[in-house]
């Protein structure tokens, strides 16, 4: 199914060259998750240190700063299991801000530190994310300053603008809260099932707890505004990341039912995953419940059009967290819970976004087109007109056709060494094989102009060069845009990566030491920028 041919038209201009959507104009960015900052109090957030950031940017010559979901994180830290597909996560609010503002008191701030140390959280500004001890320091503070809070005529019009999903998370988190558990199926009956009498009840007597947590939103949102207009000011848009699936603990699947895949007792029949690829090679069960397409279409995938419009009021561009599940999803059944046992079912396809497209314009889409992916999916991509991903470290498989090959890279593409889902480029080369190491040794010599006969004096590069020589690489591609997770920049091991697909532990909780990114290292950054055509001066 294609879209209609006036709308055909507009989209193909993306993937020709010369004829593109202003925001596709050759450009480079960097990937750093706003947890990652070396911000002080346990976790980077809105803070100056996210300022000092986008300022290393600008120097940098860079155009583009990504980032990780902003949502609440649910299961295992992951910012890709969110609580609500709407909301933030208030653990990114600037607590320095509110002590700025006369909420709170120097003394409640060193309370804060006291209680997230205690509890296990950062000692210093480099050390790895506690996400259970900032929590609880956050909301002593938080709470402090919520109970001198007037509201007033900007909280109002939050509430008013924001009604449509915040009504229904606010009373989620609070009966969470309650509760003390997420897992709203086992919730009483009458709050599980959304009774209007107990939902009534509930209200009534929770006034001040869900004022508190729409609270939180509004600082949320009012704050990473500020964040947004500074980026801006410095000539940096920010590229957010819309996780594809809800977790099943959210209030998105609590409050909407009929749009997921629950049988009568609101239990998931099917979950997600993903079969065997390059990130895992014995599958994945992410454990969220599939949609309902077909109630989806119903409706004109109203639901979907307000998510994307709203993150599109969050962020410049918008990476659509695995796209190729609106192709085909893999479905694993619930009560088996193994990779093995699931199949592939067909999804909405480009139906779902000839409706986006409809709704919204010419809207600025990447799609994350990653692991197993068919000719359905290359034809739903391509007929939307979205630039798709190419990671470098997926092209050393031997086929000169590998489509991660610098060289087969196309102009309509986005360009990365590696994901927050990779291991970084020195830690992956160092992991290789002897004959890994040395097919990657020989293609980057090749691309220096350094042939086998010339008897090369060392047999391989240190995994520090060949992150440098990838890098630049990926840069000098024909892609539109290149982004270079910034471990890479840093020539970092595996001690900088972000997540490893199909574990827990202390995946989301990297954070970058300061002193690595240096005013010289920007400038090396911008030299290389400028020599690929991607500086933005």
């Not at 990780?68 to 597909?85: F, K, V």
């Not at 120097?106 to 530190?113: A, L, N, V």
């Not at 997921?260 to 998931?268: C, G, K, V, W």
């Not at 991660?404 to 970084?424: K, Q």
Request: aromatic residues 12%; charged residues 25%; glycine residues 8%.
């Amino acid at each position: 199914m294609s879209f209609p041919p006036e709308l055909k038209k507009e989209i193909s201009k993306a993937r020709k060259d010369g004829d593109s959507p202003g925001w596709m104009k050759r450009q480079a960015g960097v990937l750093m998750p706003v947890f990652s900052l070396p911000s002080p109090h346990g976790i980077g957030c809105f803070d100056k240190e996210a300022r000092h950031f986008i300022d290393m940017l600008a120097l940098s010559g860079q155009s583009c700063w990504q980032i990780l979901p902003l949502n609440p994180a649910g299961d295992y830290d992951s910012p890709y299991q969110p609580r609500t597909c709407f909301g933030g996560d208030p653990i990114y609010i600037d607590s320095e801000q509110l002590l700025e503002g006369g909420l709170v008191t120097e003394k409640e701030m060193e309370k804060m530190d006291q209680i997230i140390a205690s509890s296990g959280g950062a000692q210093s500004a480099e050390d790895n994310v506690n996400y259970k001890a900032v929590r609880k320091g956050r909301d002593y503070v938080f709470r402090k300053a919520f109970s001198r809070f007037i509201p007033d005529g900007q909280f109002d019009a939050f509430l008013k603008a924001n009604k449509f999903w915040l009504d229904d998370y606010a009373l989620f988190q609070t009966i969470a809260d309650f509760t003390g558990s997420y897992a709203w199926n086992q919730w009483p009956s009458g709050l599980r099932f959304r009774r209007a009498k107990a939902l009534k009840d509930f209200e009534a007597s929770h006034k001040q707890e869900l004022e508190y947590v729409k609270w939180l939103q509004f600082l949320f949102f009012t704050q990473w505004k500020k964040i947004m207009e500074y980026s801006h000011s410095r000539g940096i848009s920010i590229v957010g990341d819309i996780p594809i699936y809800a977790s099943f603990e959210s209030a998105d699947c609590w409050a909407s039912p009929e749009l997921f895949q629950l049988d009568e007792n609101r239990i998931p029949e099917n979950v997600a995953g993903a079969p065997p690829d390059g990130f895992s090679p014995d599958g994945q069960v992410w454990g969220n419940p599939l949609y309902h397409w077909e109630v989806h279409k119903a409706q004109g995938y109203s639901w979907w059009i307000s998510r994307i419009r709203h993150n599109l009021q969050q962020f410049d561009i918008l990476r659509l967290d695995h796209t190729r599940g609106f192709s085909s999803y893999f479905s694993i059944p619930a009560d088996k819970g193994i990779a093995s046992e699931g199949q592939w079912e067909k999804g909405p396809g480009t139906d779902f976004f000839r409706h986006l497209l409809q709704a919204l314009g010419d809207t600025a889409l990447i799609a994350e087109d990653l692991g197993f992916i068919t000719e359905d999916v290359k034809e739903m991509v391509e007929d939307a007109g979205l630039p798709g991903m190419k990671v470098l470290q997926f092209a050393f498989d031997g086929d000169p056709h590998n489509p991660y090959l610098p060289e087969n890279i196309p102009v309509n593409s986005v360009v990365y060494t590696g994901t927050h889902d990779n291991d970084t480029t020195a830690g992956w080369y160092d992991k290789l094989d002897h004959n890994g190491k040395k097919f990657v040794t020989r293609w980057l010599r090749q691309g220096q102009g350094i042939h086998e006969s010339q008897n090369c004096r060392a047999p391989f590069f240190s995994p520090r060069s060949v992150a440098a020589a990838m890098v630049q690489r990926a840069l000098m591609s024909k892609a539109f845009l290149c982004i270079i997770p910034i471990g890479d920049y840093l020539l970092l091991g595996t001690e900088g990566r972000i997540n490893t697909p199909g574990t827990v532990g202390i995946n989301w909780s990297w954070r970058m030491n300061r002193s690595l990114f240096t005013e010289d290292l920007a400038r090396s950054i911008a030299r290389l920028a400028k020599q690929s055509g991607r500086s933005r001066k």
